[in-house]
Every structure is written in C-alpha cells, then in structure tokens.
C-alpha cells in the first residue's frame, strides 16, 4: 500500500522511472481490481478526492482494452526492415519525453522490434516533415501539427484501419482531431494530443482586484485587467507576436468566440470583412490598452517566463507556467514575504465572446509516410500508445501539457485533471476546439494561411497601431483571397 | 617533389605503374584541372544544381507533396508576388537590413582593422578575442541576444536605465522600428570581425616606404590614411563588401530566432519569408520564388565589383 501510495505521489511529481512505469502499466492495464488499489492508496490524498464519481467508467472500460491487447500481441510477429524510425514533438515537461521513449522502448523490447526514437522541437518536426515528403525518405513516423495532413495528404499512409479501431473502443475522436486527420473521409494521420490551452492566472492578484471568481466572457477580462492595470498591479498580457503556439491560440479562439472567422463555411469565400471581426478587433484595441506593450513580441516561451518573474497576472497557456513553477519551486515576493507562485496560480477556461466559447485547438498527430517499409509496425505502434495502458503513465507526468484525442478516457481516474483540481479547467478544451479553417472543412487552405500568420497579424497591427481596422482588415482580406482560392 | 624524382629516375624499362601514373599526372595540363576538379565538383553538387532547380521551382506552381502540381506557368510567381503586401514589406525590410549593415560592418571593421594595426602588445591575443563573434554560430549567439533584447529581463535596458539614458524600459523586438534596429544590430556585431581582419591583412600588404615617402612629404595621418591607405586598401574592401552584400541579403538565423519576422511582417527577410512560404505553407514554387528575387541584385554588386577589380589589375 505505501508502494502504491509513493508512487501516485510521483507520478504527480513527474518523477516517474522506467521502473515505476511498468508497475503503472501493470497496476492500470493488468486488471481493475489493479487500478481499485491504486486509487484506494490515492484516496487519503486531498487532491483525489474530485475524482470519485470516475471510478466506475474507468474499471469497466479497462477489461475491454486489454482483451484487444492481448489478442494483437499473439495474433500475428511484427517485423521490420532495419529500424522503426520516429521523430517526436518535444513536450514542455521533461518527464514527459522520458517517460514517451521508455513506453515505446518498452513495445520495441516486447514485439522484438528495434526502435530509434528521436525526440525534437516542434519548429523542427514542420521541415523533417516536408522533407520527408518531398524527397520520399526519412524516418517511418513524423509528428505532425494542425492541419499538416492535408499539405502532405498524397504523401502518408491511409492510417484508417487504426483511427477506426481506436475510435470505436474509445468512445470516438474529438472533432478537432478528426478535422486534421480526416482527409477526404481517410484518416491520414493518427490523431496524438492536444496542448490544451486554459488561463493562468494569478489568484492573488485578481483577488485584490475583487475578481473572486474568475472571468466567464472576455470583456469581464478586460475588466479585470483593467482593474489591475489602475491599482498598479502586474498586468494581463496575451501574445500578439509570431509565437506558433500560444499566439495563434489566443488571436483565433477571440476570433471565433466574436462569431467572425477567415473564411465562410463553404471553404472558398473570404469572410474577414465582417461587423464580427471589427468588433473582435476593437476589443483587442481595449485590451491592449491594459497589456504591457511587449506582448507584441512575445514568442511562445515570453510569457511563461514573465509570469514566471511576477511580471505579468494572467496569461493563456498550457499548463507548463503552472508545472515550472511546481517542479522549480518559483517564488515570488509579496511584500516582505516569499511565496510559491504555484500556489497562487491557477487556471480558467478561456472566455466566451458573444458567439459563446470557441476555441483554437493546438495539435499533433503521428503520420507514417508511406514510402515507409515498416507500416504495419507502425501501425502497431501506434495503436499501442493510443491505448489507455500507455496513455496514462504519459499523460500525468505531463501535467496537463498533453491531451488525449479520444473522447474515453478523459475521465479515467488517473488523467491529471481528475487528480489535480488546479488542472481541472483543462478537462473539456477538446469540447470546443477548432482548427484553422473552421467553420468550412478547407483545412488545407486554413492552413496557409495559419502559416502566414494572418490572423495573429491582423490584431498584432491594430493592437499596436501599425494600422486601423479597415486596413487590417483589407490586408488579411488580400491574403486570405490567396490562401482559400 | 616525389613525381619530379620519379621523373628524373633513367630506367622507363623498370618503371611501375605508379611512376608511370605519376608522371602523367605531373603533365600542367593534367595537373592543373585534376587539383581543381574536386572543388568545381563540390561547386557543380552543392551550388550549381540546387541554384537550377530553385530557378526552375520558381517558375512552376510546385507545392509540397503533390503531383498535380510542378506546372511551368513562367513568371507568375514573380508576378504574384509584387502585389503580395507581405512580399512587398519583404523586399523594403531586406534593402534596409542589408545596406545598413554592410555600411556599418565596413565603417566599423575599418576602424577595428586601423586600431588593431597599431596595437604593439597582445597582437593575437586581441585579435583572437576580437574574431570572436565571427567564430560562435549565429543561432548560438542569436540565442545569447534573445535574452539580452527580452522585454523582461533586458540587461541592455537594464544598462540605459540605470546610465539615465532612457526613462523607460525599450521594448527592442516589439515594434517594427526596434525590431529591424535590433537585427541589424546584432548582425553588425558579427560581421565586424569580418570585415576587420581582412582588412587589416589588406592594411599590412601596404607597403611601408609608401608611408615613409608620405612622411618625407610632410603629410598628415589624415592625408596619409586618404591618399595611401585608403586606395591602397580599396581592392580588398570591394571584394570583402561583395561577399558581406551576398551574405547579409541572404541572412537567415538572426531574424529566425529573434523575431520569426515579426511584428507584423516588419522584420520579415527574403530567407525566412522563403522558409515560410516554401516550408511552412508548403508552397515550393513561390519560395523559390521570394528566394531567387534576390539574385539579380546579387548578380549587379557581383558585376560592378568584379569589374572595379579588372580595372584595378
């Protein structure tokens, strides 16, 4: 019992070993009754206790995924030409990288199958990508992101088969995921993880400010920054510069929440000249006025390390502000006192805009290209870390950096949100999450112009007052008309 | 010196096929393109074949990964592209990012090679340490100068503010003035060096009874550096300018780390809108395109510089 219960607590430390992993798997996969004890070690814990009402889900569904495991293991010997080759998104959490190679290094010991994991940064993964498959050679698997699989859609291998067998145990794709990897009805690409984006703030500061709760709409966060900007209190602060993640994140999902968007939902007319759009672009004038005006450059690590310092109150993000501050143990002074930040930070979804709550959906999938020799193992690969056995001793340590893609198992008991109240805003991102594109189903052209940055643009000129509204939205207009002819 | 013996030796009769391959190789018509067919096949490989194939990208519609694509449709990349606002922003950005620099990577590698050239002690050792920045890869010190220009934590912000020259902090990567100011800056940082010592080895060919003459003349430093130096010096300058100008136009990693173009396109350079265009949007043709727009303004400084230096000789 005090094995079981030291390694829940590392395992939400992110100090899980190889060792510990296999026990995990074994504890989740092995049998219910596994996972009962597990949780039972768990339940003195604070943190567990929202956690409850899962429990009968999660022992139900179990038994299920691992008759199918079983079965695939002895049906039929994988073997493969040389090596099974893969290059991997880097996640934020260390461990989390760790913990990805020793599941994989595992299946490879398993199934006798040499693996080379490479694990690289996402700015990296694009131009292997393209590479790749322009010249027809390189590794079996590539991450890929957003809506990658419609620019190398003639390129990968019909990964149909293993998206409809994962879907149909696992209570089906997120539409998120299905929109990037869906192609023309053939499922291109495996649907990997979200980097779900939620609010970091800081309580402390927006309770000073009077904002108990937090806020549900963006103009009561403009609200609030602008109380905060007034009592002379760190800031709000929102990318508005070229940063992949956290600044296509941000600008889209205030551009769909304000019902406006790139393109109509036939995929072909440009629809950015819309009283929608102007009105997202004068909210964004507002809360620039209540922003530090360095936001403009901000890249995709700027405000994690300006949270980090006590620079900034709030800021949208993945969970990683949060996770630094835990496993470094950030301080920030309070007067004369010194504090954990990650005790005074905390999370909320983002805001709704007048056509609710839409959200920019950050995503990888794993694609095997198909000049690969190695498609069935790599299928196999892939369903085997699609599974919940492996999904979960991934996805805790990452702490809410990763998001699983299928709808079943997010309320298994061991996913961080359910263990960790202060993740919980991260529970239902996948619910509302688009990609660029949305509302047609043109994500190829969604994304060129993703990759041209005209939306994050658009709002950068007239945040910082390169240009009015009108001109703004005449330049996005002229870009768009060429990325969705 | 083994092939002139080999030669020299008197007995063809007991010559091995090695003296015998080596006495045709001593041949100057043999020798001489045998010692520069490596080189002209590295060229040919690694330069000239890409350059055609990107030359014949850019005119076709070729997009990533897809085989209705690869079209020859002529110029209308290049066409396209003029009206591109992006492009347009583009092209502004890299005259500006260029000739600035240049100009201040001369001015200041000239001051550097004319210091340096009287320094008497620690020769090597100032210039060993002055090459530095040279030395360090770019994206390593670009790196280094991304923490430096951090809105937060900006050590040279931290400096003018604490000197009194500034009353607030300089938001260096933030607007598109700052922005191209601080690209340029740390583009100059790196290729002064350059410019320096070959400079200064341009500086030390010049020989000294020409400033003993001067001397004897009576003429000033100033009239000496005019009409001795500075004529004297300008064949390598030209050719150290031209290679600067091929490389500054072509700069990629400085504003791929510190800004990714932005804000707002304003830093944007004909290398990483390419990267953005051919890689991240998958469009080939185009990217070829922005990337070969370049060249004929590459091929005017060539030619200007090239003839400067026939007429020299």
Redesign the interface.
């Known amino acids: 019992m005090n094995e079981q219960k030291d390694l829940l607590r590392r395992l939400n430390e992110g100090k899980l070993s190889r060792r510990d992993f296999i026990k995990l798997a074994l504890a989740t996969g092995a049998s219910a009754t596994g996972i009962a004890s597990v949780l039972a070690a768990c339940a003195p814990q604070p943190t567990a206790a929202p956690v409850v009402p899962a429990v009968s889900a999660t022992t139900e569904a179990v038994p299920a995924a691992t008759e199918v495991m079983a079965t695939e293991a002895v049906a039929k010997p994988l073997s493969v030409e040389g090596k099974l080759t893969m290059k991997l998104r880097a996640a934020f959490m260390p461990q989390g990288n760790e913990i990805l190679k020793v599941i994989i290094e595992d299946w490879g010991e398993k199934n006798n199958i040499p693996v080379e994991v490479d694990i690289v940064s996402m700015n990296d993964l694009?131009?292997i990508a393209?590479t790749a498959?322009?010249t027809g050679a390189g590794p079996d698997i590539v991450e890929i992101n957003q809506g990658s699989a419609y620019?190398?859609?003639?390129?990968l291998a019909d990964v149909s088969d293993v998206c409809d067998d994962l879907g149909s145990r696992y209570d089906g794709w997120y539409a998120a995921a299905e929109e990037a990897c869906k192609v023309d009805g053939k499922w291109l690409s495996v649907p990997r993880f979200f980097a779900p984006h939620a609010i970091s703030y800081r309580t402390d500061l927006f309770e000073a400010v009077g904002a108990s709760k937090p806020p549900e709409t963006w103009e009561e966060l403009y609200e609030v920054g602008k109380a905060l900007m007034d009592a002379g209190l760190a800031p709000i602060a929102f990318p508005?510069?070229?940063a992949v993640g956290d600044g296509n994140d941000f600008n889209y999902s205030v551009l769909w929440s304000y019902g406006a968007s790139d393109v109509a939902a036939d995929g072909k007319t440009v629809a950015i000249d819309s009283a929608e759009t102007r009105a997202a672009l004068e909210y964004m004038q507002r809360l620039f006025s209540v922003m530090?005006?360095?936001?403009?450059?901000?890249?995709d690590a700027?405000n994690n390390?300006?949270f980090l310092?006590g620079?900034i109150s709030a800021t949208n993000n993945a969970s990683t502000i949060w996770g630094a501050a835990r496993n470094q143990g950030t301080k920030v002074k309070i007067g004369e006192e010194e504090k954990n930040l990650h005790e005074l930070t905390d999370h909320f979804v983002y805001p709704s805009g007048p056509a609710g709550r839409v959200t920019y959906a950050e995503f990888m999938s794993s694609a095997i290209f198909s000049y690969s020799k190695n498609i069935d193992a790599a299928k196999a690969l892939l369903t085997y870390l699609n599974e919940r056995e492996q999904l979960t001793p991934w996805v805790n340590p990452n702490l809410g950096f990763v998001f699983p893609t299928l709808k079943g198992v997010k309320d298994d008991l061991l996913m961080p949100w359910n263990t960790t109240p202060k993740l919980a805003p991260f529970k239902d991102y996948a619910d509302t999450s688009h990609l660029p594109g949305f509302p047609s189903t043109n994500f190829r052209s969604g994304?060129?112009a993703y990759?041209?940055?005209v939306v994050v643009?658009m709002f950068?000129?007239v945040a910082?007052g390169?240009?009015t509204i009108d001109e703004a939205i005449a330049?996005a207009a002229?870009?768009l008309a060429?990325s969705y002819k | 010196m083994q092939a002139t013996t080999a030669q020299e030796r008197p007995s063809p009769t007991s010559q091995t096929f090695m003296q015998r391959l080596s006495a045709w190789f001593n041949q100057e018509r043999i020798l001489g393109p045998a010692l520069v067919a490596p080189a002209v096949l590295i060229l040919l490989v690694l330069i000239a074949y890409p350059f055609c194939i990107a030359i014949w990208l850019s005119m076709t519609d070729k997009v990533?990964?897809?085989?209705d694509t690869g079209n020859f449709i002529w110029f209308a990349n290049f066409t396209?592209l003029f009206k591109?606002?992006?492009f347009q922003r583009t092209t502004m950005n890299t005259f500006n990012y260029a000739l600035v620099s240049v100009f201040f990577k001369l001015v200041l590698g000239l001051v550097m090679a004319l210091v340096l050239d009287e320094v008497r002690f620690f020769k090597n050792f100032f210039r060993g340490i002055l090459l530095l920045p040279w030395i360090v890869p770019t994206s390593l010190s670009a790196l280094g100068w991304l923490w430096m220009f951090?809105?937060?934590?900006s050590v040279l912000n931290r400096l003018l503010l604490d000197w009194g020259l500034i009353s607030e902090?300089i938001?260096?990567?933030?607007?598109?003035a700052t922005?191209m100011f601080s690209v340029q800056l740390v583009n100059i940082w790196r290729g002064i060096p350059f410019f320096g010592i070959s400079l200064l080895a341009g500086l030390q060919a010049i020989p000294q009874e020409l400033y003993e003459a001067a001397d004897i003349d009576g003429a000033r430093a100033w009239s000496k550096f005019w009409n001795v130096t500075f004529p004297l010096l300008m064949p390598v300058t030209a050719v150290v300018t031209l290679f600067s100008i091929v490389q500054t136009f072509a700069d990629f990693q400085i504003v791929y780390v510190l800004?990714?173009?932005?804000?707002?396109?304003s830093t944007h350079l004909f290398a990483t809108l390419t990267h953005?265009?051919a890689?991240?949007?998958?469009?080939?043709g185009e990217g070829a395109a922005v990337s070969i727009f370049m060249f004929p303004v590459l091929v005017i400084a060539v030619v200007l510089q090239l003839r400067y230096l026939q007429k020299d000789n």
Not at chain 1, 151 to 155: D, H
Not at chain 1, 292 to 299: C, G, H, N
Not at chain 2, 150 to 153: E, G
Not at chain 2, 259 to 265: D, E
């Open positions: 694009q131009t393209a498959a322009e620019l190398f859609a003639e390129k508005l510069g070229h530090p005006a360095d936001t403009l450059s901000y890249d700027s390390r300006a310092a620079a994304t060129d990759a041209k940055w643009d950068a000129s910082g390169l240009a330049t002229a870009l060429d | 990533i990964a897809r085989s396209k591109d606002s992006i951090d809105s937060q934590f902090k938001i260096w990567l933030g607007t598109p922005a800004t990714r173009g932005g804000p707002v396109n953005q265009t890689i991240l949007a998958g469009r080939l």
